[in-house]
């Protein structure tokens, strides 16, 4: 298994521009940003290849001389895995590196938006001599989603449901596998909060926010999604931020190679950061930068920041998944904790401090899995990646994502 994965992860790395350019062409992300994604999606079955070799069972001292007590750990069986857009490569092989270093064998649902990426890398497992049978795919339109999802949960055949989307979609598909009590990963949505306190420093932390809230023209579920600036330095961060953002982001074509902001995924998720700006404009909030359609038409939508913004705000309250970028001003540690701590969900947050006790307080008391400090990319194949509250069960990547596929059985040796 380790060597079938580790051929896998080389195939992907020998077609890495072939398969970026079909991320490009399916979800409209920036090519740059598709090759980054290919490499991190092989990383991942480099990963799993190695970790394939360390699947250690234990031996227990016994409570009786004529005992011996074993631990084995056993892959779980069929695996299924429904997976997202907006990484359509990188989503796959999180999870079938684990399942396949684990002996499962895995059908994979790919988001109907973004189907080729999952056949490309069926072609590539393949000619890296898995198994047929071992890795499968099921394309499947918009309409018949939910019929396919429902089957995956419900078969007894499936022992395994991995789920990377929304909160609302991971709650039906939930309740689906409790019928069968399946074993169940799921990596739901976020909201993430990014708190820039007044001791930080403003530069690094602008840097950050732009990287974190627009990579994937904000289509990523650990995209920040509220800003908490301190107010001493509230009217410094907003000014370079904007300047930062007209001067360092493109919105164009993926192909083309200064474009840094690509489409939305659809027409629906324009509406939706329309909806949040309309929103948050009525209760006060103004624009700084952006804050409408762009001029290149369809899907894509100029990168927006907004000033004045209120926890009533439905920005504030919801996922916006687009560039919007909504700033609230507060005056104490304890009130951006507050607020950052009030949403039902807690996948990703991140902050910005030079105190080292306030780093150590605020990364213990923030309610996410995952947290950047004075960082804003945080992903990465050695860490463990999921969520707290409603955005999800288990942890994806690092040394604890195989643990996802793989039962523990005790066995009992007696009569010795």
């Not at 064998?105 to 990426?117: F, G, M």
């Not at 190679?257 to 700006?277: D, F, S, W």
């Not at 996802?404 to 040796?413: A, D, F, G, N, Q």
Request: glycine share 10%.
């Amino acid at each position: 298994r380790s060597l079938r994965l580790r051929r896998w992860y080389e195939l992907m790395m020998e077609n890495k521009e072939e398969l970026a350019r079909i991320i490009t062409a399916e979800n409209g992300k920036p090519l740059k940003e598709a090759q980054g994604e290919i490499v991190y999606s092989a990383s991942f079955l480099e990963w799993f290849a190695e970790e394939a070799r360390r699947i250690y069972g234990d031996v227990i001292p016994a409570s009786a001389k004529d005992r011996r007590v074993l631990v084995l750990k056993q892959p779980v069986g069929v695996a299924a895995a429904i997976t997202p857009w907006n990484f359509p490569s990188a989503m796959i092989t999180r999870k079938v590196g684990a399942a396949l270093a684990a002996g499962c064998t895995v059908v994979v649902k790919p988001a109907e938006d973004t189907p080729l990426s999952a056949l490309a890398l069926g072609e590539l497992a393949n000619q890296a001599g898995i198994p047929a049978g071992v890795y499968n795919v099921v394309p499947c339109s918009r309409q018949q989603t939910a019929a396919v999802g429902e089957v995956l949960c419900t078969d007894p055949l499936v022992s395994k449901i991995s789920f990377t989307g929304s909160t609302a979609t991971g709650k039906i598909l939930l309740k689906h596998a409790a019928g069968t009590v399946k074993r169940v990963s799921m990596e739901l949505g976020g909201h993430a909060p990014f708190i820039v306190f007044d001791n930080a420093n403003v530069d690094r932390a602008v840097a950050g926010a732009l990287a974190s809230k627009y990579r994937n023209s904000g289509q990523t579920c650990v995209c920040t999604n509220r800003f908490l600036v301190q107010k001493g330095i509230h009217d410094e961060f907003v000014e370079k931020f904007a300047k930062a953002i007209e001067k360092e982001l493109h919105v164009g074509n993926g192909f083309d190679a200064k474009t840094t902001q690509g489409p939305l995924i659809n027409e629906k998720a324009v509406e939706k950061v329309e909806k949040h700006i309309k929103d948050a404009v009525s209760q006060g909030a103004s624009i700084v930068t952006g804050g409408k359609r762009h001029s290149l038409g369809k899907n894509f939508f100029e990168p927006t920041l907004l000033s004045n913004v209120t926890t009533k705000m439905l920005c504030t309250q919801e996922e916006t998944f687009g560039p919007l970028a909504p700033v609230i001003k507060f005056e104490t540690e304890a009130e951006a904790v507050a607020i950052a701590n009030a949403a039902n969900v807690g996948l990703a947050g991140y902050f910005y401090s030079q105190d080292p006790a306030q780093i150590w307080r605020v990364a213990e008391q923030l309610e996410v899995g995952m947290v950047g400090v004075n960082e804003g990319i945080i992903s990465s194949v050695e860490c463990p990646f999921g969520g707290v509250k409603e955005s999800g069960l288990g942890r994806e990547g690092s040394k604890y994502g195989i643990d996802e596929y793989l039962e523990i059985k005790y066995v009992c040796l007696g009569g010795l």
